[in-house]
């Protein structure tokens, strides 16, 4: 994203031509919603033609308009509060169509995750799982409920994995106050990100943990302190993340390691299901 582009319409707003002011003023009051509109409708809404829009995003120094409409999208989900992006939604989608829009959105989210996921860094997160004297696993806010789903998962195969809870600042340090060589971190953090994720991944890193940021882009703030960076797409038009993207690829985190401790794994399952039926765990009527 092109660096503080409010700032930049703002100071250049005296060089533009009639209709690049209009377009600009437009943006300025309302980005959110300029975020998710197409050159031909950005245009109609600022009075001017799609090409000067077109023309206008090249001026700014994009590459084209997608790349200026990428830049706002990304601005929007980091600034945007929960209830202005519900206001995006109520603009953005039908009511009558919402079951298709969401399901085929997120169906697109995985698909464009799978293309751009950096292979070599999923394999090299999974190798240092495997081999790791503690695993940490650090989510907040939504991303409480995937670092939820991994602990469990991960509790089902080790005995050194440790859910940091985000209760307090403090407790938190207190939590992770031995991380070290040989433990691994990971990190779960979406728009709008945690601080308290961010300074665990920077305490975590300056330890000489090995750190799997599970975010959103490189931009993220915590793909700066990473050593493997797992790209999910979870761009949403609404108040409610989308979380598919990141749970399919802790699900296939969770797999890859269980093959890789193939014996390990069902042994230990075996032994759970054993205390699952003698302590009559789970409903068996069915």
């Known amino acids: 994203m092109k660096q503080n ?24 009051e309302h980005y959110d919603r300029a975020a998710y509109m197409t050159a031909s409708k950005l245009g109609g809404v600022a009075h001017v033609s799609e090409s000067t829009v077109v023309r206008f995003a090249d001026e700014l120094g994009f590459s084209g308009y997608p790349e200026l409409q990428r830049a706002l999208q990304e601005l929007a989900k980091t600034n945007l ?18 079951l298709e829009k969401v399901l085929l959105g997120d169906a697109d989210k995985i698909r464009h995750t ?10 090299a997160a999974v190798d240092k799982i495997v081999g790791a004297r503690n695993i940490y696993i650090i989510g907040s806010r939504s991303s409480a409920s995937l670092a939820g789903f991994l602990t469990l998962h991960f509790r089902m195969m080790f005995d050194n994995v440790r859910n940091v809870e985000l209760t307090s ?12 060589k040989n433990d691994v971190i990971i990190a779960i953090s979406f728009p709008r990100y945690s601080k308290r994720t961010v300074r665990a991944v920077r305490f975590a890193h300056h330890a000489g943990a090995d750190v799997v940021s599970i975010t ?11 050593d493997q960076l797992l790209i999910a797409h979870s761009d949403m038009a609404s108040f409610v993340d989308s979380l598919v993207a990141p749970l399919s690829i802790i699900n296939a985190m969770v797999v890859a390691v269980a093959m890789s401790k193939h014996d390990q794994v069902a042994e230990r399952l075996r032994r759970l299901e054993k205390i699952f039926d003698e302590y009559d765990v789970y409903d068996k009527n069915n």
């Open 114 to 123: 799978l293309e751009s996921l950096d292979k070599d860094a999923f394999y």
């Open 169 to 180: 600042g403090s407790e938190m340090f207190e939590q992770i106050l031995d991380i070290g």
């Open 216 to 226: 959103d882009s490189a931009a993220s703030p915590i793909a700066t302190d990473c």
């Open 81 to 98: 509060t929960a209830a202005q992006r519900m206001e995006v939604a109520d603009n953005l989608l039908q009511k009558d169509t919402v």
């Open 5 to 28: 582009l409010l700032q930049q319409l703002t100071d250049r707003m005296p060089t533009f031509s009639k209709g690049q002011r209009q377009i600009a003023s437009y943006i300025l």
